[in-house]
């Protein structure tokens, strides 16, 4: 039998082999499907499962809770909504929004196709194993807390950087990036709006002197500050509104910021990780942080992170509404 050259090439041969082994697969499956008429797709059992689970969701929420792309997603709807599966629907209290929910005829056919596709299901375990799946996970959540251009950067690039504690000579320059960033916020608080807040952020090196609180940057390998944010050890050191203070067993942390020169890199993620693993050795259950609506790009971050939004922990700072995420360690 002639040697398989991308097995040969080993890693360099990952992703081709995913994508030769998805178009085997696809090509199997929707053989199948057509053979028994059932008039659908592969993939499609995806959607008809999360919209009956959810009952009805927008296009960007099925994308989002899959992980696929927002064009994707719009054609394979497009698709089954053509084929009669899906209808679509405006948000009557906002009418920019349009839900899509299973049609009558969609509703109606799931039964027969949920039955066929738990045979789908028995006949992929033969293959598929549970030890598999478990390594695909652990694949998919490695990729998404650190991806390829992050430890690429990391490892060979111009902006390879270290996560440290930052240095008394470093604080005035690390104010200076916190005020930079966070006036550089589309519809966040200006300075006089809000000038107590950018006190704080001007010299972030003084929450330093308070008992369990960490300032961690990441710096470049020729010294230059990428991001920082402030840990707290203690949460009664941790400052902000609400009841995040008296929150027992845990860690947080606050005003992250990354220099604009240094985003795609990961340094927010990096930032982050190093928090988690240092309340983790803490023996802390639970990690807690805030963001507002105008940290969307760090928001998502959080979340493909593990943390989970906690309305208990939200709080109004003046007119600004500030959300609680907890990560359970």
Request: proline fraction near 3%; include cysteine.
């Amino acid at each position: 039998m002639e040697a398989d050259f991308l097995q040969e090439i080993q890693h360099l041969g990952f992703t081709a082999r995913i994508k030769r082994l998805n178009e085997k697969i696809v090509s199997s499956t929707l053989e199948h499907y057509s053979g028994l008429n059932m008039g659908i797709e592969p993939n499609w059992h995806v959607i008809f499962l999360l919209l009956k689970e959810k009952g009805k969701l927008t296009v960007t929420e099925i994308a989002s809770a899959l992980g696929f792309s927002h064009p994707a997603m719009i054609k394979i709807t497009r698709k089954m909504k053509d084929s009669g599966y899906l209808e679509s629907f405006k948000d009557p209290d906002d009418g920019r929004k349009t839900f899509i929910q299973l049609s009558k005829q969609g509703s109606d056919s799931l039964p027969a196709f949920e039955e066929e596709w738990n045979r789908v299901q028995l006949v992929l375990k033969e293959f598929v194993s549970d030890v598999f799946l478990e390594n695909l996970n652990q694949l998919e959540q490695d990729f998404d807390t650190v991806g390829f251009k992050e430890r690429y950067q990391k490892r060979f690039g111009k902006n390879r950087y270290t996560i440290r504690n930052a240095k008394p000579s470093e604080f005035k320059a690390i104010g200076a990036l916190m005020v930079e960033v966070y006036a550089g916020l589309e519809g966040f608080p200006r300075a006089n709006e809000q000038p107590q807040y950018y006190e704080t952020l001007a010299n972030i090196g003084d929450m330093t002197q308070k008992p369990g609180v960490d300032l961690l940057i990441a710096v470049s390998d020729d010294g230059k500050i990428l991001g920082a944010l402030l840990y707290f050890e203690d949460m009664q050191q941790y400052g902000s509104g609400g009841i995040a203070t008296k929150e027992k067993n845990a860690s947080g942390f606050r005003f992250l910021a990354v220099d604009p020169s240094a985003r795609g890199l990961g340094i927010g993620k990096a930032l982050s990780i190093a928090c988690i693993e240092k309340a983790r050795k803490k023996g802390h259950t639970q990690l807690i942080i805030h963001s507002t609506a105008y940290m969307k790009v760090a928001w998502k971050m959080y979340e493909k992170l593990g943390f989970v939004g906690s309305t208990d922990l939200n709080f109004k700072q003046g007119d600004l509404q500030v959300y609680g995420f907890r990560l359970k360690l």
